[in-house]
């Protein structure tokens, strides 16, 4: 598959857990692969480290990241420090192995103790000096103190430099990571895409807003499904109806960085299993390949939708119709799209978005004056562009 993604405009890739499962209080036949029972081996059923070696050296040799899961926070009830160092972990006032999230297979590690903190940053350095990766996905990174994050950081990037990814939404945790999710603004979109819903397209905008505060650098994920969403709230047809690709669209435009969860290029229609052994259809055509090529490879391309760019938000007229500008100097990109399940009528006045474009998945000339009306399908999605600038793939 590295080839295609590579073709497709993918830059990283980010590997859920590849360290053996624990078997002690299993979930399900397979188990989670968050319930890890050694930090620094691979499981079998993945291959062996020749094997993860030459998907790095691969992934390199296209000009691609690779990224690894860490889940520092626990580990599984048979993990090779419960026998070699069981006071590292968090114990209940009988003296067991606990943990704070309601979880069964898993149990916490205390980071009150430094000889485990030393030891997991160890682990956590063998991957980059004998696997050559390029950085970290911290799995449940706010319920691991920030300090040990900060620790990691400079030690690992001391190494190499890395790219790190916290599963967390607090901003200090920028202090560490480059990435952080934007769950907030997920969550709001499901309440908003819910039947009734829950809440007005209105009452996500800022929060999108809030996100504009974070420090240069730090961006934000943006994502319309995962391994969690996927498995247990549905894929994003379930839950976004005509609407999902208008939103992965969003994802690709707003400021921040979009996921693509693995099989929705394909697209993949199903539910995966969290705890068995589950597989996507991968035969015959890999149909929105071509929909994630223009929007990544524009994204990597185009000034006004770098972090230094400006968003502007155009009134709509209408409770569904999300229409934004982004801009740097004389480069412009219009996005409109109708995130109901209904044929939608909009309306807009702004000077700001008066302009000669180019239709991205059309390429046909588009002129937009700064008073239109437009009807819209359901889920239909408009991106239109003014490049005047040369483009700019690394800033």
Known sequence: HLPRLHDMGVEVIWLMPITPISVEKRQGTY?????????TEIDPAYGNTEDF????????????????DWVANHTGYDHQWTLKYPQWYRKDAKGNFTELYGWVDVIDLNYDIPEMREEMLRSMKYWISEYDIDGFRCDMARTVPLDFWIEARAQ???????????ECEI????????LTYGWEAMRAVDKYKKDPPELAL?????????????????????????????????????????AALALAVFSCTWPGVPLIYSGQ????????????????????????????KTLLNFRKKSKALKESASVLLIPSGHADVLIYLCRR???????????????????????????????LFSEKTIVVERKETYTLEPGEYRVYHITKSDPVINE
């Not at 901003?171 to 480059?178: G, I, P, T, V």
């Not at 730090?218 to 047809?237: A, Q, V």
């Not at 480069?331 to 799209?337: E, P």
């Open 265 to 292: 290029e394909k697209p993949n229609l199903k539910r995966l299993a969290f705890f068995e052994k589950d597989s996507i259809d991968w035969d015959g055509d890999i149909e929105l390949h071509g929909f994630y």
């Open 53 to 68: 070696k030459d998907l790095i050296r691969s992934a390199h040799s296209l000009g691609m990241k690779v990224i690894i």
């Open 329 to 359: 100097r004389d480069d412009k990109v219009f996005v409109c799209l109708n995130l109901s399940s209904s044929k939608s009528i909009c309306h807009f006045n702004h000077p700001a978005v008066a302009g000669t474009y180019k239709d």
């Open 156 to 166: 690992c990037d001391a190494l190499k430099p890395l790219f790190w990814l916290a």
């Open 171 to 178: 901003l200090e945790y920028h202090e560490a990571f480059d």
């Open 202 to 242: 209105a009452d996500v905008l800022p929060i999108l807003h809030s996100y504009s505060r974070y420090p240069v650098g730090s961006r934000k994920l943006l994502f319309t499904s995962n391994h969690d969403e996927n498995t247990y709230w549905g894929t994003e047809y379930e839950k976004y109806g005509p």
């Open 31 to 39: 188990g989670s692969y968050y319930a890890a029972s050694s930090y």
